[in-house]
DNA sequence: CACGAAGACCTACAGCGTAGGTTTCGCCAG
DNA sequence: CTGGCGAAACCTACGCTGTAGGTCTTCGTG
């Protein structure tokens, strides 16, 4: 199986370890994650890795800024393919909280390395750029403006978060005696997870940016 | 300094490991923690705390219990020792959220733990039930309560994961030529971090909750 | 054709989580 | 007073991890 003979090429670089690196953390969870397992899939050895990617921080480095670029890559073609412009700040944010979110659940497992990251790649920045000049253009004040992807990405990243943490697929139930707001409030969270839930929250976020 | 007998007491339960672990993480971070350094830090065999603890996860659930349960104590005290009654949910919401904001950042390195973990602690619950208690008898709509929760900690967690992420102290430059509008609302971002900061978000939240 | 860089593999090491076994102490029943 | 028993600690050992350092082969270039 791996039977190359020592000096030969393994056609290694950084975007195909970058993506091998997302496919296992999508299979096995980013707990059983490794140099060696990724080696394993990739029909190498453990140490060629180390001519492409620093070292293991860099590996996950690689593994978040490849899911960030299919987020970029899903809200060009919404934006692009949309029948009509999308020049209204909102519905801006909504496409790119809604490509956010596919991302997301299409990789919870490499979620949680993307939100304790910096994010100041190129396509992060650019979506952002698109989403602050829409809002200055609808003469929403600069102050908000400013501090609008912060309180966006902040909700999305956190909710998201506990979306997609592993096991928690519900609200528990609460005790009418002791908690009876919360019991009284169970019906509100049947649709746990659901996009229709996530959208009511961003609206609320929106309304609050819009409302400033 | 490790002499004692083999079956003698070393005075070991969950809240003393905890307490370890916690401190252990703030000093040297998630990366290096373990149950070697921390059986070290206790002066006891890294075995004896699987007499207490279950495994490595159960010792981080532990050490993000222990610092959910600081926030409870601060949010309470700082809630009784108020001169005029909290009543209004928008004040009860900034006094919970500046008790969660002080926990944060007091335990950066732990912060990551607690919100990739389930809080449904007793703790949590209480603080809850009594925010959505107090948006319930100011009349907002049961739909917009029901959110309110997962809105307010969504932001929060995800704005508070970055603040307290380690090496991002500051929000990049971004060149006038291909990001304008980015570059034109930098001077609203010298403030990164700060407890102005958050305010002004959490305003922008609390208000996009009182407007639905 | 020589040679140096690039890229791969191999070896080795310290440290990890933890399963399983052993030792000792303190308590309580008889 | 004594016997036994459970709790709590320690010890050993195993398979795994990240990665430093060295070796080998190939390929592009002078």
Do not use: C
Not at 51 to 77: M, P
Not at 107 to 130: C, D, G, I, W, Y
Not at 196 to 210: C, F, K, N, T, Y
């Amino acid at each position: 199986m791996a039977g190359r003979a020592r000096g030969t090429s393994a056609g290694l670089d950084r975007a195909r370890i970058a993506a091998a690196a997302v496919a296992l953390i999508d299979r096995d969870g980013l707990e059983r994650f490794g140099v060696r397992p990724l080696a394993g899939a990739l029909g190498v050895d453990p140490m060629s890795i180390y001519h492409h990617v620093k070292g293991k921080a860099a590996l996950l480095d690689a593994a978040s800024e490849a899911v960030l670029g299919e987020v970029a890559e899903l809200a060009v073609t919404t934006t692009t393919t949309a029948q009509h412009d999308p020049s209204g700040w909102q519905e801006l944010a909504r496409n790119i909280a809604h490509a956010y979110r596919d991302m997301a659940y299409r990789h919870p497992r490499v979620f949680p390395l993307l939100v304790t990251r910096a994010q100041t790649s190129p396509v992060a920045v650019s979506a952002l750029e698109s989403l602050v000049a829409a809002m200055r253009r609808d003469g929403l004040p600069d102050r908000v403006v400013a501090d609008a992807p912060m309180v966006l990405f902040g909700f999305l990243n956190g909710h998201l978060l506990a979306r997609t943490a592993e096991g928690q697929t519900a609200v528990p139930a609460f005790d009418p005696q002791t908690h009876p707001a919360m019991a009284a409030l169970a019906p509100g969270w049947s649709d746990f997870g659901s996009d229709a839930e996530l959208d009511r929250m961003l609206d609320i976020v929106l309304a609050g940016l819009a409302g400033s």
